[in-house]
């Protein structure tokens, strides 16, 4: 079965880090897009950024720029998003999705999503 498993949530003070996780299991990430998004309670979901296996590109929003940096192991089949300097601001549910068919940034499709995992950060 085909599936996305995002880990690494928790709650952190502003200003912490915390490194997220998105697992592919049931296929490969090769030629894939993969991107990160987050949904607060409320709101849109937000696209936080992107990463293409087929070109290297990789995107994200303004407002995580510079903060977060998302990369791919190949050997693990496995997805990262490494924010730091956490704002309360970034509380939300994220979420991983992958465009197995276009492969490129920013996503086009979304063939796959991963169930979630919470990101609070709050003092």
């Known amino acids: 079965q085909e599936q996305l498993v995002e880990s690494g949530g928790g709650l952190v003070q502003p200003g912490g880090s915390l490194r997220l996780s998105c697992a592919a299991s049931?296929?490969?990430?090769?030629?894939?897009?993969i991107g990160w998004f987050r949904q607060a309670p409320g709101n849109e979901r937000e696209g936080v950024s992107c990463?293409?296996?087929?070109?290297?590109?990789?995107s994200y929003a303004d407002s995580v720029k510079g903060r977060f940096t998302i990369s791919m192991d190949n050997a693990k089949n496995t997805v990262y998003l490494q924010m730091k300097s956490l704002k309360p601001e970034d509380t939300a549910v994220y979420y991983c999705?992958?465009?197995?068919?276009?492969?490129?940034?920013?996503?086009?499709?979304?063939?796959?999503w991963g169930q979630g995992t919470q990101v609070t950060v709050s003092s």
């Open positions: 049931g296929f490969t990430l090769d030629h894939s897009a």
């Open positions: 999705v992958t465009d197995r068919i276009i492969g490129t940034c920013p996503l086009t499709r979304n063939d796959y």
């Open positions: 990463i293409s296996s087929s070109d290297g590109s990789t």
